[in-house]
């Protein structure tokens, strides 16, 4: 089991951002996906998190209305599109599953991919 986070890099503020979460090994269409980010120092922090089916989707309040979580299921992948970005949505940014149903409080299984760094600055 393999998650694969790509998409990160530098963009100015008010910029856009799409990020990737590939899974290889399993099939992405019964689980939930996660994402999650973290500044050195300060605890990680979930962003979104898009359910397997029917179930919720959840994004953290400071991102509500910039960020949108989708999945293709075809290329098992979930996608976090991220406009409007500011410089406090710089961090590092994991996606994370092995539950099927996100919760609101993001707790998730044990699967973690890698990170990619996302940095917003002039």
């Known amino acids: 089991v393999q998650l694969q986070a790509s998409g990160g890099g530098l963009v100015e503020p008010g910029g856009s951002l799409r990020l990737s979460c590939a899974a290889s090994g399993f099939t992405l269409d019964y689980y939930a996906i996660g994402w999650f980010r973290q500044v050195s120092g300060k605890e990680r922090e979930g962003v979104s998190c898009?359910?397997?089916?029917?179930?919720?989707?959840y994004y953290a309040d400071s991102v509500k209305g910039r960020f949108a979580i989708s999945r293709d299921n075809a290329k098992n992948t979930v996608y976090l599109q991220m406009n409007s970005l500011k410089p406090e949505d710089t961090a590092v940014y994991y996606c994370?599953?092995?539950?099927?149903?996100?919760?609101?409080?993001?707790?998730?299984?044990?699967?973690w991919g890698q990170g990619t760094l996302v940095t917003v600055s002039s």
């Open positions: 994370a599953t092995g539950v099927p149903l996100c919760y609101s409080d993001y707790r998730i299984g044990n699967y």
């Open positions: 898009i359910s397997s089916s029917d179930g919720p989707t």
